[in-house]
């Protein structure tokens, strides 16, 4: 890892290949949560699986959370770095002319979906350790869709996740084809079908989880 990590080019490979265990592991995450709006019986059933299987606990679990930390650790590296690269300024620097916004504000961006898994992983992660392991309570496979449906009864948590969401979209839509570049996959032949699915996934993903926090907020 310390090798992977000494060069600019290894940074970025690294950062590449957590975030596509990422972009995956969003997939997962929605794919659970819409279950809550098709069936309170299929949602319950899924979360129990996910919250006892030791796998996923005991495995899983502390990978992704190694991988979040990893990728925004090395977000803020790589911008500290790109900066200390050029520390005297071009004196006429029209960025704007050939990147987008969300490519040149990636950081900032980050620094909004960091805070926002702060408030999610206090609203369920946080309650579901306390619930298991320090309250120590009976296990109950029915708690899962009554608990989700009441964190989105109040309507300033649920705009702030449907900022939050936006925010996640714009940052997908550079970093999806980002992360492929990083590791290489660039192809004349290959690259307009990485930006069109890129395009879509952060467009679908981010709609997903907006549609299960406002489908529980009107339906309270």
Do not use: D, E, K, M
């Given at each position: 890892m310390a090798g992977l990590t000494s060069s600019s080019i290894g940074r970025k490979y690294a950062m590449a290949l957590s975030a596509m265990f990422l972009l995956i592991f969003l997939i997962m995450h929605l794919s659970v949560n819409l279950l809550s709006v098709i069936s309170k019986d299929a949602f319950n059933s899924a979360s129990e699986f996910m919250g006892y299987n030791p796998f996923i606990q005991f495995l899983m679990q502390p990978i992704l959370g190694f991988a979040v930390i990893f990728h925004f650790a090395m977000g803020f590296i790589l911008e500290i770095k790109n900066n200390n690269s050029r520390p005297i300024k071009y004196r006429m620097n029209n960025r704007s002319s050939n990147s987008t916004w969300m490519s040149r504000n990636m950081l900032l961006s980050g620094v909004v979906v960091l805070a926002f898994l702060g408030l999610h992983m206090y609203d369920f992660w946080w309650h579901e350790m306390d619930y298991k392991y320090v309250v120590g309570s009976v296990r109950d496979e029915a708690r899962y869709w009554p608990e989700l449906h009441?964190?989105?009864?109040?309507?300033?948590?649920?705009?702030?996740?449907?900022?939050?969401?936006?925010?996640?979209?714009?940052?997908?839509?550079h970093g999806f084809q980002s992360s492929f570049q990083s590791i290489g996959a660039r192809h004349p032949k290959y690259t307009p079908m990485i930006k069109a699915?890129?395009?879509?996934?952060?467009?679908?993903?981010?709609?997903?989880?907006i549609l299960v926090a406002v489908f529980h907020y009107v339906t309270q």
């Open positions: 009441a964190q989105f009864g109040n309507v300033g948590r649920v705009i702030f996740y449907v900022v939050a969401f936006v925010l996640l979209g714009l940052h997908l839509a699915v890129g395009t879509w996934y952060s467009i679908l993903i981010p709609a997903g989880f």
